[in-house]
């Protein structure tokens, strides 16, 4: 079992920043690959950008591309989301996922352990 909590969150200008970060609590950290989703007043969730276990393979959704940065401290349990140049749109509940990275191949789009979210604004 994962325990996953986000925090970093809150309300910040148009053109501002926030790093989020996820502590997992697991034995064994480097076994998963890990990622942040998001989910807007209304639409469905989404995903933002994943990292694998190692930290070697970034992914970013088009929309945050050059803007947001996943990174990871394995001695630490640790993941971030580095958010630059906030835009309105980027106003969601931010969750971070894990799953197993051996898991990767046979169900590359599901993550099996989610955090409660964190709330972030972005007011124009």
């Known amino acids: 079992q994962v325990q996953l909590v986000e925090s970093g969150g809150g309300l910040v200008q148009t053109g501002g920043s926030l790093r989020l970060s996820c502590a997992a609590s697991?034995?064994?950290?480097?076994?998963?690959?890990m990622a942040w989703f998001r989910q807007a007043p209304g639409k469905e969730r989404e995903s933002v950008a994943a990292?694998?276990?190692?930290?070697?393979?970034?992914t970013y959704a088009g929309s945050v591309k050059g803007r947001f940065a996943i990174s990871r401290d394995n001695a630490k349990n640790l993941v971030y989301l580095q958010m630059n140049n906030l835009k309105p749109e980027d106003t969601a509940v931010y969750y971070c996922?894990?799953?197993?990275?051996?898991?990767?191949?046979?169900?590359?789009?599901?993550?099996?352990?989610w955090g409660q979210g964190t709330q972030v604004t972005v007011s124009s």
């Open positions: 990292i694998n276990w190692s930290g070697s393979r970034p």
């Open positions: 996922a894990s799953r197993l990275a051996i898991a990767a191949l046979a169900r590359p789009n599901d993550y099996d352990y």
């Open positions: 697991v034995l064994s950290f480097s076994n998963y690959d």
